[in-house]
């Protein structure tokens, strides 16, 4: 079991790395192949769409091909386009490698969390979901650092050329490893009452009393083109919307706008059409009936909003308002992914002894507890203070990170996971994606309400203003020897510097804020979690 788990998480790895290992390398991008770096942006864009388009319907397509071929398909897919993407010689060409790098990427996540849930035990599917914990988590934070490495020593390209030996390495373990879907099923099932029906092109199709128990059990040969046009449009000009939003700024751009009303309407007619029309629906949002199921995708997407807002704002904070460099910067996440690391197994031992609800619930109050320390921040903040409270939320991230898995899946039936883990990566990646597109938005947004509120406190009747400014004066007019003129002017223009940095920090005070209130909100809802595993 455990030689799958490493050769199934290898490629999901190297995949959530991709998510941001280019961002650091876009001005490289530009440079070398002529573009501005505004266009060198679609690179990061065109990943995500083609990636977001693909994850929903990861289980549907699992079923379809079978999972272990539509697995190997992925990695097939991400490995073979890294290596064009590294090659390309134009920028459109990059682009276009980037699209079926995400659509070959974006099924590995859900498609490993299945395999996991179907190859453990339920009572080892917490060490499991740790591990696969460890790859979601840790992949992000490496990404920044090591494509600034990469960047810097070897060349941009080989932040895509590093994905080749990966890949290859995985296909070649999974195709030998990876059991097919409908064998999983057996050994790992074998109490469930009814016979499975036998498997044909490598999917197992399941009894009449496993897919009556969420959801419906539909037709293999119907296919849902409703749902697949409404997947591709909803979901991928969404993602556009939150990905180019605030460099458009937002609903001035008539893209923006036009892909917003997109989005509202499409997905409207895919909630529409996968709950009410289809016959064979490509997205099984009938399994949200569950109550574990859906509480864990609406604390998963409210999580990871938070989590990956935090893993945006603390590295722009250090190289925007302390003048980190973008090494250092990226090092700042260092030690709370090695203590996430190394408190992760600790979890699943805990979970033996502790409620599950309990560690949740306290994960995310520790949570609120770290953003409000961070809420605290200040512009003379040192780097030892930022490093304990980001390990201080890593720890609280690790407590409810592996329960929160482990209880998404610990009542859905037989043969459902793989839809189920197409659901619940829908959820995580959508809470990510919104998260860092609202806190970039508060940082831009929010800084002209602050510097406004601050000016109207400096003025020229103000004593403490007035002091201010003649010892900035005379400090200019001994230090450059200016004329007392120009020294004044010159201490006016870096009081409105001063002014204005105190607005930003304001900005990444407000965004703390909302994360603290985030999670002081869900917590609660830990403790609606049913513990009782349904038996079928």
């Not at 009452?193 to 399941?206: C, F, I, N, S, V």
């Not at 000009?237 to 706008?257: K, N, P």
């Not at 909630?271 to 029309?277: D, I, K, S």
Request: proline content about 4%.
């Amino acid at each position: 079991m455990w030689l799958i788990a490493g050769a199934v998480i290898l490629a999901p790895f190297m995949e959530v790395l991709d998510t941001s290992i280019a961002n650091v390398a876009l001005p490289y991008m530009a440079g070398s192949l002529s573009a501005s770096e505004d266009e060198a942006v679609w690179v990061l864009t065109s990943y995500l769409v083609a990636n977001a388009v693909v994850l929903p319907m990861s289980g549907w397509l699992s079923g379809r091909l079978g999972r272990k071929r539509f697995y190997l398909l992925s990695v097939a897919m991400f490995t073979a386009s890294s290596l064009l993407c590294g090659i390309a010689p134009t920028l459109g060409l990059l682009i276009l490698f980037r699209i079926v790098q995400g659509l070959g990427g974006g099924g590995l996540q859900p498609t490993t969390q299945a395999i996991l849930a179907d190859t453990f035990p339920k009572e080892r599917l917490a060490a499991a979901f740790t591990l696969y914990s460890v790859v979601i988590v840790l992949a992000p934070t490496l990404g920044p650092v090591l494509g600034g490495w990469l960047s810097d020593n070897w060349g941009w390209r080989w932040i895509f050329f590093l994905n080749v030996p990966c890949g290859v390495a995985a296909y070649l373990l999974n195709r030998a490893l990876q059991p097919d879907a409908d064998r999983v099923h057996n050994a790992a099932h074998t109490s469930a009452k009814g016979a499975q029906t036998p498997a044909r092109d490598g999917k197992a199709l399941p009894n009449a009393a496993q897919a009556s128990a969420i959801g419906t059990h539909t037709p293999a040969h119907t296919t849902d083109w409703g749902g697949i046009a409404g997947i591709a449009l909803g979901l991928g000009c969404l993602e556009f919307v939150l990905d180019r939003g605030e460099r458009l700024d937002w609903f001035g751009s008539r893209a923006i706008t036009v892909a917003a009303i997109v989005s509202v309407v499409a997905l409207a007619w895919l909630v529409y059409h996968e709950l009410l029309r289809a016959k064979a629906p490509v997205l099984q949002l009938r399994m949200l009936r569950e109550r574990n199921f859906a509480l864990a995708n609406a604390m998963v997407f409210c999580t990871y909003f938070a989590r990956y807002a935090s893993t945006a704002l603390l590295p722009d904070f250090t190289h925007d308002m302390l003048g980190y460099t973008a090494t250092d910067s990226g090092l700042v996440l260092s030690p709370g992914s090695l203590s996430l690391l190394i408190f992760l197994p600790l979890t699943t031992w805990l979970m033996k002894r502790v409620d599950a609800r309990a560690l949740i619930f306290g994960g995310l109050m520790l949570t609120s507890y770290a953003f409000w320390r961070l809420s605290g921040l200040e512009l003379g903040v040192d780097y030892a203070t930022i490093v304990r409270l980001r390990i201080l939320e890593s720890v609280a991230v690790g407590l409810f990170l592996t329960p929160l898995s482990v209880l998404a899946f610990s009542r859905l039936a037989t043969g459902k996971n793989d839809a189920a883990a197409s659901l619940f990566g829908l959820s995580r990646n959508l809470g990510s994606a919104i998260g860092i597109s609202v806190v970039n938005t508060i940082l831009v947004r929010r800084a002209q309400v602050h510097a406004n509120y601050l000016a109207a406190h400096v003025t020229a009747t103000s004593l403490p203003v007035l002091d201010a400014m003649r010892s900035q004066s005379a400090r200019m007019a001994t230090a450059g020897g200016d004329a007392p003129a120009q020294a004044a002017m010159r201490a006016m223009g870096a009081m409105y510097a001063e002014l204005g940095r105190q607005a930003e920090m304001l900005c990444y005070i407000d965004c703390f804020h909302l994360l603290m209130g985030i999670s002081l909100t869900v917590a609660p809802f830990a403790l609606l979690f049913a513990v009782k595993k349904r038996r079928g």
